[in-house]
Each structure stands twice: as structure tokens, then as C-alpha cells.
């Protein structure tokens, strides 16, 4: 159980295009997922909390013009990467909490490699 | 605000020999904490958690962490590790209240060699 997806696991895209990964509990309800970024050899950097039916959180330094998060549903959020650049080239990964769980721990999807060329 | 850190960011050490790997945290309030594992390319995966009872938490494959409040540490360790534990392992803290969101450590990654 407590199972995330994420699609797509890597993408290449060009500078100045837009890229959407999307993230899924498939077998529990998430009123809360989290996105995260990691650069080669460093650790998860939150970028935002995504809570079912209301806007994101995002944290301090993070655009949130550039990077849109949309949580409509209670197993899917979706991640778009707008008008990329080089540097937004990382490791994306997100996470969900399910929230009848009292265990506080967070489900971590297996990540994607956006590379933009 | 919470903080963690996670000393060593390598730790190489031989097969079937003991490891410990160091994470102390900061915060003003009580605390959750989690280790997990990351394999190349991966997502993480959840070795073990302590949210309250028994100071001395076992997790999967063979690891447990001990939980010290005055020291504020929560270190990893296993007796005999296998070349498959070599990974990048993290440790993480959460005050919980709304969205028990996570500060991940800088991470430490094990090499167990042969």
C-alpha cells in the first residue's frame, strides 16, 4: 500500500518550452503531496506544499509563476516547469501524505530527470 | 526554525563491518524523525521513523536508530552491511503541525566495499 507514481520518470526538453510531471497515489487519497528538487549529489530541497483543491504553498525562493502546481484531485498533482531553462535541469520528486495515518511519514514518488537542452 | 545535519557526507567502509552514520537536529519543539535510503536514480524509501515511545527504533534491512533527546541525535546504524547498502541515506525532521512538511539532511552516502 501507500504506493506514488511519477510520469514521466525523465524528459528532455528545449529552452523556453514548458514541461508538466505529474504525480499519483494510486492507492490512497492525498490531501497533501510535497514537491521536491535535488541536484546531483545534494539533498531535497522543498519547493512547495500541495494541499487537495486550494493553492500551493510555496516555499521562500521558489517562483511560483515558473513552477505551477495544480492538486485537483486527491491523487493527482501535477508539476509545470514554464518556459524552462538549463538550469531548471534537476531531479524532481514529490511526495503525499495519506492523512488518515497518524505516522506522519511522507510517500515519496520515484522522481523525474527533467534535463532542458 | 529546524535544522538538520548530517555530519559525513561519505562514509566508505568494508563489507560485514559494522556502520554508523551521524545525524543531529535542531528545533524548539518535539520532533519526528526519519531516515530513508535513495539508490541511484530513485525516490526515497522509508528505513525507519521514530515519532515517540522506545528511543532505540528498528527499521528494515537490518538498520535501527537511537533517538537522544539531550543530544539531539537520532544516528543510524547497522551491525554488518552488505554491498547492496550502498546508497546516499537521508535524515529528515518534522514538527509536524500543518502539512508536517520535512528538512532533509544534506544526506551521507555509504560505500561498502568488498
Known amino acids: 500500500g501507500a504506493v506514488v507514481s511519477q510520469h514521466p520518470s525523465w524528459v528532455i526538453c528545449k529552452s523556453g518550452t514548458s514541461v508538466k510531471i505529474e504525480c499519483r497515489s494510486l492507492d490512497f487519497q492525498a490531501t497533501t503531496m510535497f514537491w521536491y528538487r535535488q541536484f546531483p549529489k545534494q539533498s531535497l530541497m522543498l519547493m512547495a506544499t500541495?494541499?487537495?483543491?486550494?493553492?500551493?504553498?510555496?516555499e521562500q525562493g521558489v517562483e511560483k509563476d515558473k513552477f505551477l502546481i495544480n492538486h485537483a484531485s486527491l491523487t493527482l498533482s501535477t508539476l509545470t516547469v514554464t518556459s524552462a531553462h538549463p538550469e531548471d535541469s534537476s531531479f524532481y520528486i514529490c511526495s503525499a501524505r495519506e492523512p488518515t495515518r497518524l505516522d506522519y511519514e511522507q510517500y515519496f514518488g520515484p522522481g523525474t530527470r527533467l534535463t532542458v537542452t | 526554525a529546524q535544522s538538520v545535519t548530517q555530519l559525513d557526507s561519505q562514509v566508505p567502509v568494508f563489507e560485514e563491518a559494522p556502520v554508523e552514520l551521524r545525524c543531529n537536529y535542531s528545533s524548539s519543539v518535539s520532533v519526528y524523525l526519519f531516515w530513508y535510503v535513495q539508490y541511484p536514480n530513485q525516490g526515497l524509501q522509508l528505513l525507519l521513523k521514530?515519532?515517540?515511545?522506545?528511543?532505540l527504533v528498528k527499521g528494515i534491512n537490518g538498520f535501527e536508530a537511537e533517538f537522544n533527546k539531550s543530544q539531539t541525535s537520532f544516528h543510524l546504524r547497522k551491525p554488518s552491511v552488505h554491498i547492496s547498502d550502498t546508497a546516499e541515506y537521508f535524515c529528515?525532521?518534522?514538527?509536524?503541525?500543518?502539512?508536517?512538511?520535512?528538512?532533509f539532511g544534506k544526506g551521507t552516502r555509504l560505500l561498502v566495499k568488498p
Open positions: 500541495s494541499n487537495e483543491g486550494s493553492k500551493a504553498t510555496y
Open positions: 521514530y515519532l515517540s515511545g522506545s528511543t
Open positions: 529528515a525532521v518534522s514538527e509536524g503541525g500543518q502539512g508536517f512538511s520535512f528538512i
